[in-house]
C-alpha cells in the first residue's frame, strides 16, 4: 500500500557519467531476490555522507564513518585515497553485532576491493535489515563476482528495487540543472519504510551527480540536503541504526569547480539535490509501512525555526493524531495537545491557529464557531493533507512529512521476521 506513489520508469532515470552499478541475487536473507548492490565510481569522484544519530549504530556506519576520515585525511590524488566503490546488502542490517559484525563489513569490503583492484578503505559498506543477526559475509562475497559482472551506466532502476526491504514499491528519480553552460546531471535512489524518524531514518539514499564541486562544499551540500529532506519525514518516530545518506560527484560535468554553496553556481546545484533529496524522502513516507494518507505537517509563526521543528514533530510523531487521521477522526484536540507538549518555552496557547487544508479549525487557542466537524471530516478523508499551525510569536517555520498508522503497520512489523 502506498499514497500517490508508482514504480519510477527506468527510461527516466539518467546515467551519472562516471558512475555504474551492478545488482545480484547474494540470498543474504531470501533466495532468488536482487539483494546485493555495488556503485563502481571513476577515480576523482568525491563522496560525502551523512548518518544515523543512534548511538547504536551499526558496524557498517561505523566502518563508513572510518573510510570517508581516512579518505579526507589522506587528501585527493594521494595513492589508493578516494572513494572508489559503495557495497549495499539488504536482508541483515549487521547492527547489534559487536567486534563480530566489525569484522564481518571490513571483510566485504576487502573482498570487493581485492576484485577492483582498490584498497579496503576505498569501498563504503551499507546494509539494511533485521538487526542483531550475523551477516552471511560469504554469501556477500559469493555475489560480488556476478554484481560486478552486471556493472552498468543504466543500473539505477535495479538497484533502487535491490536495496529494498519492506518497501512496496522502488524509489529513483532524475533531474538535471544548467551550471556555466553545462548540463549536470542528478540521479538518486532511496529505501524506507519503517523505523523512519528525523536524525535519519530506516532509510538509504544515495545520490550521485557528474558537478564538479569542491569537497567541503559536498559535505556541507550533503548536510544541508538531507536537513531539508531526509531528516523532516517521520513514519514512527524510531530512529535506526543504519540510516545513510551518500552524496557521489564525480566532477565530469565540465563546469568551473563550486567552492562554495554561496556562489550562483553553488545556489543553483543546491536547489537541484535538495529537490531530488525530497522527492526521494516523501517517496519513503508515502510508501509507509500500511500508510493510507500522506500528511504535510506546516508549523508557522514562531520565534526560531527550531521551536517549529519541536512542534511539527509533536504532531507527526503522536499515534494519537497519526491514528485519528487512519480514522478519517477529526478529533484535532490531540493536534493542540501535541503542540503543547513539544515543548516550546513560553508558548501561549491563546495565539493559536490551526488549519485542515483550507478549513480554519482553531482560532486564538479555541475552536472557530464557524468550524464545522463535518468540514474537518472532509478533508481527513483525503490521500494528501496539510496540517497548518500558526504559532503568532515570530516569523520563523517549518515543514516536516508523515502519515497515518494503520492496522497494517502492526501486521507487518509483527511478522517482519518471518
Given at each position: ?62 566502518v563508513c564513518r572510518e573510510h570517508l576520515a ?50 579496503p578503505a576505498q569501498v563504503l559498506p551499507f ?114 541504526t543504519n540510516d545513510s545518506f551518500v552524496l ?171
Open positions: 500500500m502506498s499514497v500517490n506513489l508508482s514504480a519510477p520508469d527506468p527510461q527516466t532515470l539518467l546515467p551519472v557519467p562516471g558512475v555504474r552499478i551492478g545488482v545480484a541475487m547474494a540470498g543474504v536473507r531470501k533466495a532468488n531476490r536482487r539483494d546485493l548492490v555495488v556503485f563502481a565510481l571513476d577515480e576523482g569522484t568525491e563522496v560525502a555522507g551523512v548518518f544515523t544519530q543512534n548511538r547504536f549504530c551499526a558496524a557498517p556506519v561505523q581516512a579518505a579526507a585525511g589522506q587528501g585527493a590524488g594521494a595513492p589508493g585515497s578516494g572513494i572508489r566503490a559503495l557495497l549495499i546488502n539488504t536482508g541483515n542490517a549487521n547492527a547489534g553485532t559487536g567486534a563480530d559484525g566489525l569484522q564481518r563489513a571490513r571483510r566485504s569490503c576487502s573482498a570487493l576491493a581485492a576484485l577492483m583492484g582498490l584498497q546494509s539494511t535489515g533485521v538487526i542483531m543477526e550475523t551477516l552471511p559475509v560469504e554469501r556477500i562475497e559469493a555475489g560480488l563476482p556476478a554484481a560486478l559482472a552486471a556493472l552498468q551506466p543504466a543500473g539505477w532502476g535495479e538497484a533502487a528495487t535491490g536495496i529494498m526491504t519492506t518497501d512496496t514499491l522502488p524509489k529513483a528519480a532524475s533531474r538535471q540543472v544548467q551550471i556555466g553552460g553545462r548540463t549536470v546531471t542528478l540521479t538518486g535512489i532511496s529505501k524506507g519504510a519503517g523505523m523512519i524518524r528525523p536524525n535519519m531514518a530506516t532509510m538509504l539514499g544515495f545520490l550521485a551527480t557528474d558537478a564538479v564541486i569542491a569537497p567541503a562544499a559536498l559535505q556541507a551540500l550533503a548536510r544541508h540536503a538531507a536537513d531539508a529532506s531526509f531528516n523532516r519525514i517521520t513514519i514512527d518516530g524510531d530512529t535506526s557521489v560527484a564525480t566532477q565530469q560535468a565540465g563546469h568551473a569547480r563550486i567552492d562554495t554553496l554561496s556562489s550562483a553556481e553553488g545556489q543553483a546545484l543546491s536547489a537541484a539535490v535538495v529537490a531530488l533529496a525530497q522527492q526521494l524522502a516523501q517517496a519513503i513516507v508515502r510508501d509507509g509501512e500500511g500508510a493510507t494518507k500522506f500528511i504535510t505537517v506546516q508549523v508557522q509563526g514562531g520565534r526560531t525555526e527550531a521551536e517549529c521543528r519541536l512542534a511539527a514533530y509533536a504532531i507527526a510523531h503522536s499515534p494519537l493524531v497519526k491514528t485519528a487521521f487512519f480514522a478519517s477522526d477529526p478529533n484535532l484536540g490531540r493536534i493542540l495537545a501535541a503542540v503543547g507538549y513539544a515543548g516550546i518555552a513560553d508558548l501561549d496557547q491563546g495565539l493559536i491557529d490551526l488549519f485542515l487544508d483550507e478549513v480554519h479549525v482553531v482560532q486564538h487557542g479555541g475552536r472557530l464557531p464557524s468550524y464545522r466537524e463535518e468540514d474537518g471530516q472532509r478533508v481527513m478523508k483525503k490521500a494528501e493533507i496539510t496540517v497548518r499551525v500558526h504559532l503568532h510569536r515570530g516569523e520563523a517555520e517549518a515543514t516536516v512529512w508523515t502519515c497515518d498508522f494503520s492496522h497494517e503497520y502492526v501486521t507487518i512489523n509483527a511478522d517482519y521476521r518471518s
